[in-house]
């Protein structure tokens, strides 16, 4: 759908200059090289390798440790005898983590008429967790009945040479079985048999391992299926867009009854279409409110919304009759979220804007609809409209929070406005301008109920644990605060207020904290999810003069996951100390964890669709408060891609070229400052403040420090000078 428009930008370039600039053109030929593609961490096809052996992780009587790397000549031998103290063990790095079907070649193994020699996997995304038992498998997952593996894999060696694929299932009925599918870093192999194999396997004897290789499973996203991407000076914001792009890209995969989450998710409506996961590693599951972020992240990254769309489709055809939208198809579509058929809402409407797929939309308005006006509409209001939680369901991060809290009411603001926006685009006035009073309805009352002055801040909202009624315990959240900003709940004095007390209040080396305090339970106040993070970190990035706090947030968020093991993916949770929150259990590559793609391409870069599909869009760069230089990338859409290139130096000239398709439009935001002297020039022509600014495009607004220019397609140079 997106095409690029390199050469066409190409031959713009060479005819067009930014004139009235005093910037000089060091830059140059922007787009004319690929040096992003250096940043893509895709491998280059779907057949991988390990990278090494980590040597200091061998143990007994091991020839050739990296035999089985499959260059040289020799395989590996794992050789034990009876009377062995040390079991021979090895540990394979895969570099990065990785998600697909483990191969290996073996060469031969001794013979005896007790059973082949037996091996045993484990799996980890991380050394810490790398032990005798994988960090997960399905299998841990099952019910009792159910678990085919207690967390290792096992092969029985046949002499002759042949390959091993780690399907799931057993080699004999119920014996000698793996667990198939892994996303991990590190596989350790020893040598060694379970007592339930016996007569199958035993544990002496000697194997060789010529080759180990990875069927990768998930989209595979090399440099050419990219149709957005991302670059500026700091070269670690630049790695981080693309990690994001790789985290999201594992978890984009088929959805097979026998490799997703065991627990009753399995369903032939979603049997075989591409969705994207929670997690790589597990659950496996396609979660809507995870869409809230990992779509965007798609989007702006590949050409292919069918996988989100699917996911969609698949829980509005699974609405209750009371209009709740399941959040996941695990436990047959039941689990009970009460906050992801909002979700579900705010991510139809990006998928319409960002995809331009009205027909979508269409077909499943009525079902939006169910959900806002009756179940969220009816049975759930009091409080003259305000959401007052009453039933034990949980949110994205299992809270059964009861009351009224800021962050389903700050989220239903945020539903509401987006159902509004898809009204307007398909015809339903009547719809639009009743969802839009009751947002502005809810701002207003939430304000006056859970703002606390004491602090300038939102109250989370609830009763602290073993009170009742309506106190309002006094503790703070990072979603609601963010989401009240980021729905426009709050003006920008009280966004400023709020964003600074929570910055203070939450900061963390390795991010900001989702509670301000433990009152609601032990360990909140050291827990950072990068998922809910996004939306505080976006309300930073679109309150005026909090754009540096955004910038040194993320430097501690993403800096953290960056360099710690598995490095490259981003987690699905941080806990104390920086850990992974939920110890090997954790999934270190979660796609809902991947806000920096959009953070950098919506705000940094700026790009933003304003009309369904980018029939108009906005493009404004947040350039203030950061030591930013220059970001360069494009977005694509529906009518081909959106280029940007901005620059700025120190004294405050700043000069942008753009490219956007033939036939949309849209406005640009040029930052001036505070100086009320700087000059404007679009196209090489200066716009004056005043007059006869329609020559080169009429002036919209004038923002705080900003001006804000309306733009047709085709390429266009700006320049300011202080
Ligand atoms: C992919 O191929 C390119 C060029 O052949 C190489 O530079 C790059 O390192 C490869 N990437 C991976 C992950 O193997
Ligand atoms: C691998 O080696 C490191 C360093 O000696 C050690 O800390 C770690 O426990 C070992 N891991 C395994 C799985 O043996
Ligand atoms: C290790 O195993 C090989 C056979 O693979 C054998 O030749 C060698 O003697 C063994 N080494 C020790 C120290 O047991
Ligand atoms: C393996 O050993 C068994 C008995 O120990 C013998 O019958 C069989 O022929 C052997 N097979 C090979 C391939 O050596
Ligand atoms: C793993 O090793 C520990 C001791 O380090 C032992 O208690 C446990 O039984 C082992 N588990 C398996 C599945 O081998
Ligand atoms: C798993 O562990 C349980 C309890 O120790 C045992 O009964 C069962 O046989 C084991 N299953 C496998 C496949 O190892
Ligand atoms: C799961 O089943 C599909 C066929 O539906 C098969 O292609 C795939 O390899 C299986 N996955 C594993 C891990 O066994
Ligand atoms: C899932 O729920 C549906 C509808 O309630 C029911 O028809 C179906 O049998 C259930 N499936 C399983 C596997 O329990
Ligand atoms: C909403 O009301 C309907 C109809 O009375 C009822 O069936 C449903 O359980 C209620 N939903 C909730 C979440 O209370
Ligand atoms: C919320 O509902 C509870 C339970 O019905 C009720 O006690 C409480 O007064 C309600 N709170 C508000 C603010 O309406
Ligand atoms: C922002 O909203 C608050 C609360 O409604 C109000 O008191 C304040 O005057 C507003 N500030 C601005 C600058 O509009
Ligand atoms: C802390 O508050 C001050 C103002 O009181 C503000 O300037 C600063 O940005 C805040 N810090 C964070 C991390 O938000």
């Known amino acids: 759908m997106a095409l690029y428009l390199k050469s066409a930008l190409l031959t713009a370039l060479s005819v067009h200059g930014v004139s009235g600039a005093a910037v000089s053109r060091s830059q140059g030929n922007i787009f004319g090289d690929n040096g992003w593609h250096r940043y893509v961490r895709s491998p ?44 021979p063990s090895i540990v394979v790095d895969f570099g990065q983590n990785v998600v697909g079907i483990v191969s290996i070649d073996f060469s031969g193994s001794s013979n005896s008429s007790v059973g082949f020699p037996g091996l045993k996997l484990a799996f980890s995304e991380t050394q810490q967790y790398l ?67 016996v007569p199958y396997t035993q544990p002496y004897g000697s194997v060789s ?45 088929l959805f097979l009854a026998n490799e997703t989450d065991p627990r009753d998710s399995a369903t032939p409506t979603l049997q075989g279409k591409e969705v994207v996961f929670d997690g790589a590693k597990r659950d496996r599951d396609p979660y809507v409110g995870d869409l809230a972020v990992a779509a965007l992240t798609s989007y702006l990254s590949h050409d292919n919304p069918e996988a989100t769309r699917n996911i969609l489709a698949d829980l509005a055809n699974h609405q209750r009759s009371d209009g709740w939208i399941p959040p996941a198809s695990i436990n047959n579509y039941t689990l009970d979220l009460f906050d992801y058929p909002m979700w579900w809402v705010v991510c139809t409407a990006d998928l319409v804007m960002y995809t331009g797929d009205t027909d979508f939309a269409a077909e499943y308005y009525e079902v939006m609809k169910k959900t806002l006006d009756t179940y969220y509409g009816q049975n759930l209001t009091s409080n003259g409209g305000l959401l007052n939680k009453t039933n034990g369901y949980g949110d994205y991060a299992f809270l059964p929070r009861s009351g009224v809290i800021t962050y389903y009411n700050a989220l239903y603001v945020h539903a509401l406005k987006s159902a509004a926006q898809i009204a307007d685009i398909l015809g339903h006035p009547t719809d639009s301008s009743s969802w839009s009073s009751r947002a502005s309805e809810v701002s207003e009352k939430l304000l006056t109920r859970n703002w606390d002055t004491a602090v300038s801040a939102f109250f989370d909202g609830g009763p602290c644990p073993n009170q009742a009624g309506d106190t309002i315990c006094n503790v703070h959240a990072q979603d609601g605060n963010g989401l009240a900003v980021l729905s426009g709940a709050v003006n920008t004095s009280l966004a400023t207020s709020l964003l600074n007390y929570y910055g203070n209040a939450t900061s963390k080396p390795y991010g900001n904290a989702f509670y301000d305090n433990d009152l609601l339970s032990e360990g909140f106040s050291e827990r950072v999810y ?16 909090a754009a540096g706090s955004a910038i040194e947030e993320i430097k501690r968020l993403y800096g953290w996951m960056s360099t710690h093991d598995p490095e490259i993916t981003f987690w699905e949770g941080i806990g104390p100390d920086g850990s992974p929150y939920e110890q090997g259990f954790t999934s270190m ?15 940094i870069l700026g790009v933003q669709p304003t009309g369904y599909g980018f029939k108009t869009w906005q493009i ?12 360069k990338g494009e977005v694509g859409t529906p009518q081909g891609s959106i280029q940007v290139y901005w620059s700025q130096s120190e004294g405050g000239n700043f000069k942008m070229q753009i ?59 700006f320049a300011v000078e202080r």
């Open 131 to 197: 032990t005798n038992v994988s960090d997960f498998t399905r299998s841990d997952n099952m019910a009792a009945g159910q678990k085919f593996t207690n967390g290792t894999d096992q092969i029985a060696v046949s002499n002759e040479p042949y390959t091993w694929k780690d399907q799931t299932g057993c080699q004999h009925g119920n014996q000698v079985c793996s667990d198939g599918l892994h996303g991990f870093r590190y596989m350790k192999i020893w040598l060694d048999s379970i007592e339930s194999d």
């Open 44 to 87: 280059n096809n779907t057949i991988l390798k390990p990278q090494s052996t980590l040597a200091g992780n061998v143990t007994g009587n091991v020839t050739n440790p990296n035999g089985l790397l499959g260059q040289g000549s020799s395989p590996t031998v794992l050789t034990r005898t009876e009377g062995d103290v040390d079991i």
């Open 530 to 545: 990068a998922f809910i993070s996004y939306f505080e970190l976006a309300a930073r990035l679109s309150t005026p003069g």
């Open 209 to 253: 391992i010529s080759n180990i290789e990875l069927e990768w499973s998930a989209y595979l996203g090399t440099p050419d299926t990219f149709t957005g991407w991302f670059e500026c000076s700091d070269e670690d914001l630049t790695r981080w867009w693309f990690d994001g792009v790789y985290t999201t890209d594992m978890n984009t995969d």
């Open 620 to 631: 404004c760069p947040v350039t203030d408060g950061m030591d930013l230089t220059w970001a």
């Open 589 to 603: 590559a979660h796609g809902w964890s991947t806000g920096i793609v959009p953070l950098m391409s919506n705000y």
């Open 659 to 717: 490219e956007t398709p033939k036939g949309s439009s849209g406005v640009v935001c040029i930052p001036t400052g505070s100086s009320k002297g700087s000059r404007i020039f679009m196209d090489g022509k200066q716009v004056k403040q005043t007059g006869n600014a329609a020559t080169v495009g009429p002036i919209a607004t004038t923002g705080d420090g900003y001006r804000v220019l309306k733009v047709d397609g085709g390429y266009h140079t």
